[in-house]
């Protein structure tokens, strides 16, 4: 009967324990859920484990992917653990195994150079020697690993039962689950963070790009290139330089002039017009890409400043010029560098502009153009009429205006036909229309004509067709020339009619105040 009550109180002390452990094992569960940070989490469940466990020499790490590193959790940081070094190559070897990074322990008495964690254990052996460690359990769950238990002996060594290890098992597994839960969340509150923030980098982009292409003046489309970037990237110091294409001294970026500025006084403006004469900066430039300094004396020394990004504007592969930032502002950092989110979003705006760029370039020189051929065309005596394909007249020189005796503004809107026929012409005006149907040529001369205010015009005519593409032969219309000859028919008149007068020689008395008339001593001697 005794045996039978001893045997009983066991089983009974082992029944509470159980229960024990299951209740601690969900305190290290609701730890997790808490949602408190996973070094405070982490840090928390050790405490738990090591009551469990009876042990005291229990240490917790936290995986830092972006540096390689085992990073030891602020209590183990106080009793001395160091980091240990996970490089992503050998974290790779790792997940690559079949049971590398979700194996339970792993004991460092018994491991051996074939066991996976072996070249992590020769990468840290001086250190783990040092915290006399014994076992090791990962953290893992699939192929990423979130930290790392470590268990270090005293003077004494650890002698762990079945039992004792099974439970530290189970309890890193808990651990596991709940930093893997933790790792999820923060995963896709970044990942929410960063749509969130792409969107409206997007949206940003959008609204540059809108207010850049907006302007077809240059002068115009850099200063709000420059107002944006200084806005958007939050600088203290931003200029923007344009190639300057008639300058054929020196090849581009060595011919970059400062369009706009800000933050700027006119000494540095005019030194930064060749970069400080960084040759960094300028051979980077010539080969299409960016530079950015974080070195405060080297960026001192071209621009007198701490930090600078410059990026190339291109259109096409050709260099249209650049822009130069510097000293960024944050409420957070004192003087922070400039990063690849600034750079990516520079690069950005600065292709936005490139096109911008090109096309204010394209429209300065078709303006050029037109201001150049409107000149030719007021100059000329001839008047020079030009049509669109379905005889609209679109251009309508002064000389075409003085011998038609209609204005520029009537005149430009007007069928062709329709000029001709109101000054009696409704012949010329059918050829005019067959000649336009026809793309062909058309030439006539001594036409007579009277203008609506009663003048008598005599012109010649040619129209010939207006080709704006010679290998497509794209037609356009017509451009019709009309050459005014009505002051030299009427001196062919005044000489015939002379001639007809027969006048005998020697000269009458009675003509010879009319003999000695302004006109006709102009006239050549016609006896």
């Given at each position: ?421 109101s000054i009696g012409l409704d012949s010329l005006a059918a050829q005019l229309e067959a000649t336009l149907k026809e793309k062909n040529s ?86």
């Amino acid at each position: 009967m005794n045996r039978d009550l001893t045997h009983t109180k066991a089983l009974s002390g082992k029944s509470h324990s159980s229960f024990s452990h299951a209740a601690e094992l969900s305190r290290i569960c609701n730890i997790f859920l808490s949602g408190i940070k996973a070094e405070q989490a982490f840090d928390q469940a050790l405490g738990i484990i090591r009551n469990i466990s009876g042990l005291e020499n229990i240490f917790g790490l936290l995986y830092l992917s972006d540096r390689g590193l085992l990073e030891p959790i602020e209590d183990s940081v106080r009793k001395g653990f160091p980091p240990l070094e996970l490089n992503r190559n050998l974290l790779g070897l790792l997940a690559s195994d079949r049971k590398g990074l979700d194996l339970g322990s792993i004991d460092l008495k018994s491991l051996g150079q074939s066991h996976p964690w072996w070249p992590f254990f020769e990468l840290n052996k001086v250190l783990l020697e040092r915290v006399h460690a014994r076992l090791l359990l990962p953290l893992g769950m699939g192929q990423e690993l979130y930290g790392m238990i470590v268990l270090g002996e005293n003077d004494e060594p650890v002698d762990l039962g079945r039992e004792e290890l099974i439970l530290l098992q189970l309890t890193a597994r808990q651990a596991a689950l709940g930093l893997a839960r933790l790792s999820l969340i923060k995963s896709v509150k970044d990942t929410s963070l960063k749509t969130r923030l792409k969107a409206l980098e997007l949206e940003t982009l959008q609204d540059v790009g809108v207010a850049i292409s907006s302007h077809l003046d240059l002068n115009q489309l850099t200063n709000e290139l420059l107002l944006r970037t200084v806005s958007v990237l939050n600088v203290n110091r931003a200029m923007v330089l344009l190639d300057n294409p008639e300058d054929s001294s020196s090849p581009s970026p060595g011919r970059m002039y400062v369009a706009e500025s800000f933050g700027l006084d006119e000494a540095e403006t005019e030194k930064l017009n060749t970069f400080g004469g960084s040759k960094l900066i300028l051979d980077n430039l010539a080969d299409m890409s960016h530079t950015m300094i974080n070195d405060p004396k080297e960026a001192g020394r071209i621009l007198g400043c701490r930090k600078l990004l410059v990026v190339p504007i291109q259109f096409k592969g050709e260099l249209l010029g650049a822009i130069m930032i510097a000293d960024k502002e944050s409420r957070h950092q004192k003087e922070p560098d400039f990063d690849e989110d600034d750079l990516r979003l520079l690069t950005a705006m600065a292709n936005q502009a490139g096109t911008a760029t090109s096309n204010a370039r394209l429209y300065r020189n078709v303006l050029q153009i037109k201001n150049y051929n409107e000149n030719i065309l007021t100059s000329i005596a001839s008047g020079v009429i030009t049509t669109d394909r379905k005889g609209r007249i679109v251009s309508f020189n002064d000389s075409a205006a003085r011998i038609f005796s209609v204005p520029t503004v009537q005149a430009v809107g007007m069928q062709v036909e329709a000029l001709f026929e109101s000054i009696g012409l409704d012949s010329l005006a059918a050829q005019l229309e067959a000649t336009l149907k026809e793309k062909n040529s058309y030439q006539e001369t001594n036409i007579h004509a009277e203008t609506a205010q009663g003048t008598t015009v005599v012109f010649n005519i040619s129209a010939t067709p207006l080709i704006i593409d010679r290998e497509s032969d794209s037609f356009a219309g017509l451009v019709i020339s009309v050459e005014n000859i009505s002051e030299g028919a009427r001196v062919k008149a005044t000489v015939c009619l002379l001639q007809q007068a027969k006048v005998p020689s020697p000269r009458p008395a009675h003509i010879h105040h009319w003999q000695e008339s302004t006109y006709v001593r102009a006239l050549p001697p016609l006896w």
